[in-house]
């Protein structure tokens, strides 16, 4: 797994329970072996430097339980505690600056949808998506939520919520103030014969991309990248239809890397779209699943067994 501090310049590399700590030019700076003995079934799901306490946190999963580890600078376990006794929870953490920090969710969507929330792990909200939506006034009931994202904005995290059968679905935005969480935003009924899937937001929070899922006449699959803003819900900014699929690339990533430009990863590459041109700016090939880093401004991912660094 990799990670990025904007703040020092660094890049965190986890691989086979080592860290190395790279330059802005790729040179080696450290490398530590953990000083903990990890179970073979144990998953990493979760992987940062923490620039503010100066230690590396690493949350892994099993069978069971979800667990913290935090690591020292030269490998030793400062601490560990089980976040979770239920791999089914959506887990989420308040930062230092108050913005919200996907910490654990076990699949890409959520029938459950129980939700702990976290600040410097210590719980201090749980709560049932599902209850939420349930206070709605429409005429249903959400069957799942899918996609959970912080919106840049403190305190406030979104996600897509969905019901197959009717194909409704729809953008939410709630606020975590205190023990509480308040609702902010809510997409007007949308009845599609696709599906929206992989959801993010701008660095103001104020426009959000969801990228909608279709078959054409022959069956074959691709996406629209539909641009909203949280100022009007009931109709997209812009639509861009694309030719490129879904079911044969794997699992996809969508995040800004500015306002003009859209980072999407599939699995064996990565589009550069060009919001403002409404066209595909480049197509990166990167190697088959490898870890890979986005986030505004900068792009992180391996070619060839190497770390390819963009910055925008």
């Not at 030019?25 to 923490?50: A, C, M």
């Not at 900014?237 to 030719?243: A, G, L, P, Q, Y």
Request: with cysteine; hydrophobic share 35%.
């Amino acid at each position: 797994m990799i990670d990025y501090s904007k703040d020092l310049k660094k890049i965190f590399v986890l691989k086979d329970w080592s860290i190395t700590t790279f330059g802005i030019s790729l040179n080696v700076i450290t490398k530590i072996k953990l000083n903990h003995k990890f179970t073979l079934n144990q998953k990493i799901t979760y992987f940062k430097y923490d620039n503010q306490e100066n230690h590396f946190e690493i949350i892994c999963t099993d069978s069971k339980q979800v667990r913290s580890y935090q690591f020292d600078l030269i490998g030793n376990i400062i601490s560990q505690q089980i976040l979770s006794e239920n791999q089914n929870q959506i887990l989420l953490r308040l930062t230092y600056d108050n913005s919200i920090d996907v910490i654990f969710i076990n699949d890409n969507f959520s029938y459950e949808a129980k939700c702990k929330v976290y600040k410097q792990n210590k719980e201090v909200l749980s709560i049932n998506l599902h209850d939420e939506l349930e206070k709605s006034d429409k005429d249903w009931d959400y069957e799942y939520v899918e996609s959970i994202v912080s919106t840049n904005q403190k305190n406030q995290f979104s996600f897509i919520s969905v019901h197959a059968n009717y194909g409704v679905q729809g953008i939410k935005i709630y606020e975590i103030n205190s023990t509480e969480m308040n609702f902010i935003y809510d997409m007007d009924n949308l009845v599609y014969k696709g599906a929206f899937h992989h959801l993010s937001f701008d660095k103001t929070g104020q426009k959000f991309i969801v990228l909608l899922y279709e078959r054409d006449k022959n069956y074959q699959d691709y996406f629209c990248i539909c641009e909203y803003s949280i100022s009007d819900n009931k109709k997209p900014i812009k639509i861009h239809k694309t030719e490129y699929g879904y079911w044969n690339f794997g699992q996809l990533y969508t995040q800004y890397l500015n306002e003009s430009m859209l980072c999407i990863v599939r699995n064996l590459d990565i589009i550069l779209f060009d919001l403002v041109k409404g066209k595909t700016k480049e197509i990166l090939k990167r190697d088959l699943n490898s870890d890979y880093f986005v986030s505004f401004n900068i792009l992180l991912y391996h070619l060839e067994g190497k770390i390819i660094i963009l910055e925008f």
